[in-house]
């Protein structure tokens, strides 16, 4: 009897690994999170800047339409719009700047939605590009502000909202650009 016992019991355990066999093993453990993610903060900074990427493409679309078709800027008694927009600085080898805003604008847009929506590239090199973007932007905006106050000794108010966008949007993506790179400007 002992005997038939201990059979009955190997004829269990064969049974349990067999079991065991066809049952699908456990879950592999959770794969890390995903990097492409972003964190709300990240959302925050990268769904700023495509909100001020759309303004500044309106201002600058703006600006332009009244340079291409010679209107009449609506500055509302507030600087001198029309000054500068017929000055010989409001255009580059016969482009209008504000062109250029507008372009550089509706490229850090498409930098902004790439990151948002967590393309491969643009997760590796948004922050970069949109920091290189704006770092340009800005140099330039400086140099026209420059130009409007020093030289044409007139603003104008749509310029001057361009010029505060773009330094807006340096100043997001300077911050994205630390935080991203875990560096801190405070001596450890």
């Given at each position: ?31 890390p ?54 000055s ?45 973007l704006?770092?340009?932007s ?51």
């Amino acid at each position: 009897m002992a005997r038939t016992a201990r059979l009955a019991k190997a004829a269990r355990a064969r049974k349990a690994t067999a079991n065991a066999a066809k049952k699908p093993a456990a879950a592999p453990p959770a794969p890390p999170a995903d990097e492409t993610a972003l964190g709300a903060g990240g959302r925050m900074r990268w769904g700023a800047l495509a909100v001020l990427a759309v303004a500044g493409m309106g201002v600058a679309a703006y600006l332009t339409y009244t340079h291409l078709a010679d209107k009449v800027v609506a500055c509302g008694g507030v600087g001198q719009c029309e000054t500068v927009q017929q000055s010989s600085y409001s255009t580059i080898a016969g482009v209008p700047v504000a062109l250029l805003g507008g372009l550089a604008a509706a490229s850090l847009l498409a930098v902004a939605l790439g990151r948002l929506s967590g393309l491969g590239l643009a997760v590796e090199w948004a922050s970069l590009a949109a920091l290189g973007l704006t770092t340009a932007s800005v140099a330039f905006a400086a140099y026209l502000t420059y130009v409007e106050l020093f030289v044409l000794e007139a603003i104008c108010i749509y310029c001057v909202s361009l010029a505060s966008i773009f330094a807006v949007s340096w100043l997001i993506s300077l911050s994205d650009a630390f935080l991203i790179r875990g560096i801190s400007p405070e001596p450890e």
